[in-house]
């Protein structure tokens, strides 16, 4: 995704308008890091994530936001 995203991307991940593939980026991101994924080859996908999670909307829709959410036990 990355490769496809640089050079469609301004603040998201097509422009400067929120779409779909942003919706979908945040989750994948969220996954990958669940499973140790290293991110550091992907800086324009972090770049995004860190815009995105600024909205109240991507932050109810965040997987640990939800009400089945599993919470580690600290």
């Known amino acids: 995704m ?3 995203v640089k050079p469609l991307a301004g603040k ?3 422009g400067n308008n929120v779409s779909l593939a942003d919706a979908a ?3 994948q991101l969220y996954n990958a890091r669940r499973f140790g ?4 080859a992907y800086p324009s996908l972090l770049r995004i994530e860190e815009a995105l999670v600024s909205f109240p909307a991507f932050q109810r829709a965040h997987a ?9 036990k600290g």
Do not use: I, M
């Open 2 to 4: 990355e490769t496809v």
């Open 12 to 14: 998201y991940c097509v």
């Open 25 to 27: 980026l945040v989750p």
């Open 37 to 40: 994924v290293d991110l550091s």
């Open 64 to 72: 640990d936001a939800q009400e089945d959410a599993v919470k580690s």
